[in-house]
């Protein structure tokens, strides 16, 4: 009988969400493709729904967590749920998981961890971009979406399986009414399993934890009290937030009795807290779900068109450049006037010399130059970080910033004053007002082209160098954007250092293998004890890393490969005049002023 009426709930949530939408009315025309098998556990197929528009398809994917009181059916999935992501463009997955009674909460999430691997190894299948996936549900789907946001983890490149060596990670969540603490529902110190006995007695299944006794290979329940608080703390989103979780939007009503707003408010402020953006709707006297709740689907589609960069297709004949999409007021898909924010193709030929250079480098006695050759040209600059390598280098150090309107880029300073004849603060700056503001000649010569590179065009050029790379990580909330271009740019390889702040999870994560510092070259010493502190390092297996390479270089007796012309399409060509012009007709830039 308690089965029947979890069930009831679940379903009662469906109603509520199509609020009277008659089958199929209005929703644009799409192809649904039903029980696509993502997985099986003892014996039982795990299923998922692709429902793809038949035209205008962006490119980003929506998975949607069918879920309500933890129960999950194929019965719940309607398309005319989902007529503004398709009208938009989504790829839309609708997934059905293990559910309750039957399984608790911790398996569930395992087959939502599951999906997300799948979806992603799938993308080329699906004509998805596996970097552009949003994740998003209601109530018991909304904490399946949040986990999935603050916990999701990378794959492990060593399974079996290839679908356990995909990330779970997604880069963007919507939600309604989601529980998101259960060490503190409703109010501090009160856990959920007092809640248990309260308003929500009708969930007490998905709380009953199990360990497998590998003895008698059974199950048994978990009985004791700190033991289930542990597990508790564990399946709440709250306790995983992090700086780099991606943009979480959740849309909750202050009368809800089931599910408290103060759930969405205290992970509002952990959010806020990690600098992670973060956006609360809050419905006035509404309780847990409300007649209109399909209108929200304007709101959650916005979210994701913010935050998975989603554009339609360019129609054939329709010009690329920088300037002709800035002439038209819309962002370019592969550029931003000034440089590239997309990495640039890569032959097969060239990435396996690419590897086997980079490999070469890392045996030897790596050269790393911080913030470019500044001697040579201004910091942080193509210009900086080619003359480095050109003047015989193995890798550059880079300092990675995010600009008010999103783009990620290179800056040393928290200020304009040192390097440019601007004053303030960099991180309140779109990119393009940052491409404004002329730097100094001071630090190495500039050219009215020279300005702060995007993170994209700095990896491009990394690629055509073969160079390694150091990271600076200025901000936190980037790592999993950064670690999307370097997904894109095959580069994981080439790094050997990083900063142990705001970067705990690319410093963790596997196919990164940090090197040993010997130290600074002592550059202003005499040749001989610069070739000594060199012999060192090459004796003990240590990179260096230095101001200006050419000192170093010489001590190892090196011939430097010389100057070599940037990469073409690495940065768009511009005026002054046509900058400004650009500059006016970015809303992005002119929201965030």
């Given at each position: 009988m308690?089965?029947h009426?979890?069930i009831?709930?679940?379903?009662?949530f469906?109603?509520t969400?199509?609020?009277?939408i008659?089958?199929g009315?209005g929703?644009?025309?799409h192809r649904?493709?039903?029980?696509?098998v993502y997985?099986?556990?003892?014996?039982m197929?795990?299923?998922?729904d692709?429902?793809?528009?038949e035209?205008?398809?962006?490119?980003a994917?929506v998975?949607?967590?069918?879920?309500?009181?933890?129960?999950?059916?194929?019965e719940m999935i309607r398309?005319?749920?989902f007529a503004?992501?398709?009208?938009?463009?989504y790829?839309v997955?609708c997934?059905?998981?293990?559910c309750?009674?039957?399984f608790?909460?911790?398996?569930?999430?395992e087959d939502?961890?599951?999906?997300?691997?799948f979806i992603?190894?799938h993308?080329?299948?699906y004509?998805?971009?596996?970097?552009r996936?949003g994740i998003a549900?209601g109530?018991?789907?909304g904490?399946?979406s949040?986990m999935?946001?603050?916990a999701?983890?990378?794959?492990?490149?060593?399974a079996k399986?290839p679908?356990n060596?995909e990330?779970s990670?997604?880069?963007?969540?919507?939600c309604?009414y989601p529980p998101t603490?259960?060490?503190n529902?409703g109010?501090?110190?009160?856990?959920?399993?007092?809640?248990?006995?309260?308003e929500l007695?009708?969930?007490?299944?998905?709380?009953?934890?199990v360990?497998l006794?590998?003895t008698?290979?059974q199950?048994k329940?978990?009985?004791?009290?700190?033991?289930r608080?542990?597990?508790?703390?564990e399946i709440?989103?709250?306790?995983?937030?992090?700086s780099?979780d991606?943009?979480?939007?959740?849309?909750h009503g202050?009368?809800d009795?089931?599910?408290?707003?103060?759930?969405?408010e205290?992970?509002g402020?952990?959010?806020?807290?990690q600098h992670?953006?973060?956006?609360?709707?809050?419905r006035?006297?509404a309780?847990?779900?409300?007649p209109e709740l399909l209108?929200?689907m304007?709101i959650?589609?916005d979210?994701?068109?913010q935050?998975?960069?989603a554009?339609?297709?360019?129609?054939a004949?329709?010009t690329?450049?920088?300037a002709a999409?800035?002439?038209?007021?819309?962002?370019?898909?592969?550029?931003?006037l000034g440089?590239?924010?997309?990495?640039p193709?890569?032959?097969?030929e060239?990435?396996r010399?690419r590897h086997?250079?980079?490999?070469?480098r890392?045996?030897?006695?790596?050269i790393?130059?911080?913030?470019g050759?500044?001697r040579?040209?201004?910091e942080?600059?193509l210009?900086?970080?080619?003359a480095?390598m050109?003047?015989?280098?193995?890798g550059?150090e880079?300092?990675i910033?995010?600009?008010t309107?999103?783009?990620?880029y290179?800056?040393?300073d928290d200020?304009?004053?040192?390097l440019?004849n601007?004053t303030?603060r960099v991180k309140?700056l779109?990119?393009?007002e940052?491409?404004?503001?002329?730097p100094?000649s001071?630090?190495g010569?500039?050219t009215p082209?020279?300005?702060?590179?995007?993170?994209?065009a700095?990896l491009?050029?990394v690629?055509?160098?073969a160079?390694?790379?150091h990271?600076?990580?200025?901000e936190?909330?980037?790592?999993a954007?950064?670690a999307r271009?370097?997904?894109e740019?095959?580069?994981?390889?080439?790094i050997?250092?990083?900063?142990n702040?705001?970067?705990?999870?690319?410093?963790a994560?596997?196919?990164v293998?940090?090197l040993p510092y010997?130290?600074?070259v002592?550059?202003?010493?005499?040749?001989?004890a610069?070739k000594?502190?060199?012999?060192?390092?090459?004796?003990d297996?240590?990179?260096?890393i230095c101001?200006?390479?050419?000192?170093?270089?010489?001590?190892l007796?090196?011939?430097?490969?010389?100057?070599r012309?940037?990469?073409?399409?690495?940065r768009a060509?511009?005026?002054?005049?046509?900058?400004a012009?650009a500059s006016?007709n970015?809303?992005a830039?002119a929201?965030?002023r």
């Amino acid at each position: 009988m308690k089965t029947h009426r979890i069930i009831i709930c679940a379903v009662v949530f469906v109603g509520t969400f199509l609020g009277g939408i008659g089958r199929g009315e209005g929703v644009p025309a799409h192809r649904r493709t039903e029980d696509v098998v993502y997985g099986r556990k003892f014996g039982m197929a795990l299923t998922l729904d692709v429902i793809a528009p038949e035209r205008g398809a962006n490119g980003a994917a929506v998975v949607y967590a069918m879920s309500g009181g933890w129960v999950s059916a194929h019965e719940m999935i309607r398309p005319e749920m989902f007529a503004e992501m398709l009208g938009r463009g989504y790829t839309v997955f609708c997934v059905v998981h293990g559910c309750q009674p039957k399984f608790t909460i911790p398996e569930v999430l395992e087959d939502m961890n599951r999906s997300i691997r799948f979806i992603r190894r799938h993308a080329k299948d699906y004509h998805i971009d596996p970097r552009r996936i949003g994740i998003a549900g209601g109530s018991a789907g909304g904490h399946l979406s949040l986990m999935i946001g603050t916990a999701g983890t990378p794959g492990n490149p060593q399974a079996k399986d290839p679908i356990n060596r995909e990330s779970s990670r997604v880069q963007a969540v919507a939600c309604w009414y989601p529980p998101t603490d259960f060490t503190n529902y409703g109010q501090e110190g009160r856990d959920v399993f007092v809640a248990l006995e309260g308003e929500l007695d009708r969930f007490k299944a998905p709380f009953d934890f199990v360990t497998l006794d590998e003895t008698a290979r059974q199950f048994k329940l978990i009985t004791d009290i700190e033991r289930r608080r542990q597990i508790a703390r564990e399946i709440s989103p709250i306790t995983h937030v992090t700086s780099d979780d991606p943009p979480t939007l959740i849309i909750h009503g202050d009368a809800d009795k089931l599910v408290p707003i103060q759930q969405a408010e205290a992970i509002g402020k952990r959010f806020e807290a990690q600098h992670v953006p973060f956006k609360l709707v809050v419905r006035p006297g509404a309780g847990h779900g409300w007649p209109e709740l399909l209108k929200d689907m304007v709101i959650f589609a916005d979210w994701f068109d913010q935050h998975l960069g989603a554009r339609p297709p360019k129609k054939a004949g329709t010009t690329t450049t920088a300037a002709a999409d800035a002439s038209a007021g819309t962002a370019a898909p592969a550029a931003v006037l000034g440089y590239v924010t997309e990495i640039p193709p890569e032959p097969a030929e060239a990435r396996r010399e690419r590897h086997r250079l980079v490999s070469e480098r890392r045996s030897g006695v790596p050269i790393i130059v911080h913030r470019g050759a500044w001697r040579i040209a201004p910091e942080n600059t193509l210009e900086a970080y080619a003359a480095a390598m050109d003047a015989g280098a193995d890798g550059i150090e880079i300092d990675i910033r995010r600009s008010t309107d999103g783009v990620l880029y290179l800056f040393h300073d928290d200020t304009l004053e040192r390097l440019t004849n601007g004053t303030g603060r960099v991180k309140e700056l779109s990119y393009y007002e940052l491409l404004r503001i002329t730097p100094k000649s001071v630090f190495g010569p500039a050219t009215p082209e020279t300005r702060p590179p995007t993170l994209a065009a700095v990896l491009a050029l990394v690629r055509d160098r073969a160079a390694l790379l150091h990271l600076d990580i200025k901000e936190s909330g980037l790592q999993a954007d950064i670690a999307r271009l370097f997904d894109e740019a095959d580069v994981w390889d080439h790094i050997v250092e990083i900063n142990n702040y705001n970067a705990d999870r690319l410093r963790a994560d596997p196919r990164v293998k940090l090197l040993p510092y010997a130290g600074w070259v002592p550059e202003q010493a005499e040749p001989a004890a610069i070739k000594a502190f060199m012999e060192d390092a090459r004796r003990d297996h240590r990179m260096v890393i230095c101001e200006d390479p050419r000192s170093a270089v010489a001590a190892l007796g090196r011939k430097p490969p010389g100057d070599r012309p940037l990469p073409p399409g690495l940065r768009a060509q511009w005026t002054p005049q046509g900058l400004a012009a650009a500059s006016a007709n970015q809303p992005a830039a002119a929201a965030a002023r």
